[in-house]
């Protein structure tokens, strides 16, 4: 009987793995249509010096604009690829969209830099860096230290060792790379230690809840503090308030984005927001106070 009931349960979870592999399937084979049918966009949040106002770069977020579903975000549709070799023709595309782009503002004058999400499936594929290469030789007239790299501490990074040196190769190209959502893994220090980054972006969930709660607050200011330590830049990202913008500079974090300074937008939009946006006089009178 318990065995009849075990059996019953195990073609319970067959039938719902099947579903869900069955909608997994369905996904990945809309998304090779997608790429094929040219429905994915980058949208770009500009990143700024809360204090100047100085534009210090964009960050290119995927949007898929689906037939039938609509605009979807990229938490809509990523997660089914983590472990498949889709995500990887997506971040080729998201590379040579966001070069092609660069070279776009460049001909208006606007020379902008710009960071892409790679996935850790995508920086660990063997031939990362010489498809890299590939991509940034067919741009010529892009200077691959604008070409920032954000990358999330995740498991599936995998050998730290490893993800280190396949960074420092891509390094000698040029680009750069940052570590996204910083604080929220499960290992940040050992990744601040082993991988040679450039930038920590401080997550969003510190930024919205220092204003509330003085354990964040405390985090938020290690973060600070460790980035000078470790001689790394930093973003934060979620700047939502004016408020938010000057408990960073407060704190000593003067790059940020968030949608206090723009929400992520369609390339052709940047210029004007450009020509118009003008930091919060709160911040441009902010100072670090120790
Ligand atoms: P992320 O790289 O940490 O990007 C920041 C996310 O926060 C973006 O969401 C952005 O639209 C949103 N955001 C910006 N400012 C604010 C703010 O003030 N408040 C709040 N609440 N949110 C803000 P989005 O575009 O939905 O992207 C979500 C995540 O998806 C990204 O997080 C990144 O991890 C991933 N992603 C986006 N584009 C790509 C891509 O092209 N390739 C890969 N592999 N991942 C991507
Ligand atoms: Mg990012
Ligand atoms: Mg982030
Ligand atoms: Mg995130």
Redesign the pocket.
């Known amino acids: 009987r318990a065995k009849q009931e075990q059996k019953g349960e195990w073609l319970f979870l067959d039938a719902d793995a099947q579903r869900q592999s069955v909608e997994r399937q369905r996904l990945l084979a809309d998304i090779r249509a997608g790429l094929a049918g040219d429905q994915f966009r980058?949208?770009y949040?500009p990143k700024v010096c809360l204090r100047t106002g100085g534009v210090i770069g964009v960050?290119?977020?995927?949007?898929w604009e689906h037939p039938e579903k609509g605009t979807l975000?990229?938490?809509q549709f990523?997660p089914a690829l983590e472990y498949h070799p889709l995500?990887i023709s997506?971040?080729e595309w998201?590379i040579s969209q966001a070069l092609r782009q660069m070279t776009v503002w460049d001909s208006e004058g606007l020379a902008l830099d710009v960071?892409?999400?790679?996935?850790a499936v995508?920086l660990q594929h063997p031939d990362f860096a010489t498809r890299l290469a590939g991509a940034l030789a067919r741009y010529p007239h892009v200077a691959p230290q604008r070409l920032d790299l954000?990358i999330?501490e995740t498991a599936a990074l995998g050998e730290l060792d490893k993800a280190g040196s396949i960074i420092r190769e891509c390094e000698s190209l040029g680009v750069t790379f940052s570590l996204?959502?910083f604080g929220t893994g499960y290992s940040s220090l050992s990744y601040l230690k082993k991988l040679p980054v450039r930038t920590l972006?401080i997550?969003?969930g510190f930024?919205?809840s220092a204003l509330l709660n003085g354990d964040d607050r405390a985090i938020l200011k290690g973060i600070i503090g460790l980035s000078h330590a470790f001689d790394k830049k930093l973003v934060a990202?979620?700047?939502?308030t004016m408020e938010?913008g000057k408990l960073l500079i407060r704190l000593g974090c003067y790059h940020a984005?968030?949608?206090?300074?723009a929400?992520?937008m369609k390339p052709e939009k940047i210029a004007a927001w450009k020509k118009q946006w003008r930091p919060y006089p709160e911040w441009s009178a902010g100072e670090y106070v120790k």
Do not use: F
């Open positions: 980058l949208l949040q960050e290119a977020l995927i949007r975000s990229p938490m990523l995500m997506i971040g998201v960071g892409v999400n790679i996935a995508h954000e999330l996204d959502d972006k997550d969003q930024v919205s990202e979620g700047v939502e938010h984005q968030g949608y206090a300074i929400r992520p």
